[in-house]
T-cell receptor, first 114, second 115 residues
Framework: QQQVKQSPQSLIVQKGGISIINCAYENTAFDYFPWYQQFPGKGPALLIAIRPDVSEKKEGRFTISFNKSAKQFSLHIMDSQPGDSATYFCAAPSKGSTLGRLYFGRGTQLTVWP | DTAVSQTPKYLVTQMGNDKSIKCEQNLGHDTMYWYKQDSKKFLKIMFSYNNKELIINETVPNRFSPKSPDKAHLNLHINSLELGDSAVYFC??????????????FGPGTRLTVT
């Protein structure tokens, strides 16, 4: 059973545009929703994370929006740049006492054209 | 100031061989993980250790055996390698953040190619 569903699988945006990636969660814990960014040949790196007590978190050009009733959260990249081209993963923590376990979405390959 | 390191970065070997991947973290974290990333980029957790104790053991062939000699190290040994084992293997570690949540930090990965 897939706990985190991510879409789209791939996304092409022009430089300066807005990139939007969506995730839906189910049967997960409800305390922390991170996004990871992975460049080719590198490991995933924590980009930004949100706790569900807020509906939005912004860090520079990156914003997470959280919709508790719909069990969805999304990543918005404003003024997208070619350097943002990477694979993005959303994640949600597991229920129970499994320390720090995350369920990852299947990733979104973002390409930003100059 | 490397945080999570893995060796080797690339590993090319033949079917049937046995190989090991090593991971070390200098972040002082208590929990470490092994993930497998396939060609479609899907990140699948394999194992997790907390203070040298195995806490997650996903449905992984028993040809894969993790070992944690201390909480800063987590190694992965693979016996009788198969073609389907070809993937990128990531080590990660985590700590409980200020907000009570666990933040995972990944290593650079080991690309395993089985021929």
């Amino acid at each position: 059973q897939q706990q985190v569903k991510q879409s789209p699988q791939s996304l092409i945006v022009q430089k300066g545009g807005i990139s939007i990636i969506n995730c839906a969660y189910e049967n997960t814990a409800f305390d922390y929703f991170p996004w990871y960014q992975q460049f080719p040949g590198k490991g995933p790196a924590l980009l930004i994370a949100i706790r569900p007590d807020v509906s939005e978190k912004k860090e520079g050009r990156f914003t997470i929006s959280f919709n508790k009733s719909a069990k969805q959260f999304s990543l918005h990249i404003m003024d997208s740049q070619p350097g943002d081209s990477a694979t993005y993963f959303c994640a949600a923590p597991s229920k129970g006492s499994t320390l720090g376990r995350l369920y990852f979405g299947r990733g979104t390959q973002l390409t930003v054209w100059p | 100031d490397t945080a999570v390191s893995q060796t080797p970065k690339y590993l090319v070997t033949q079917m049937g061989n046995d190989k090991s991947i090593k991971c070390e973290q200098n972040l002082g974290h208590d929990t470490m993980y092994w993930y497998k990333q396939d060609s479609k980029k899907f990140l699948k957790i394999m194992f997790s250790y907390n203070n040298k104790e195995l806490i997650i053991n996903e449905t992984v062939p028993n040809r894969f055996s993790p070992k944690s000699p201390d909480k800063a190290h987590l190694n992965l040994h693979i016996n009788s390698l198969e073609l389907g084992d070809s993937a990128v293997y990531f080590c990660a570690s985590s700590r409980k953040g200020r907000t009570g949540t666990y933040e995972q930090y990944f290593g650079p990965g080991t690309r395993l190619t089985v021929t």
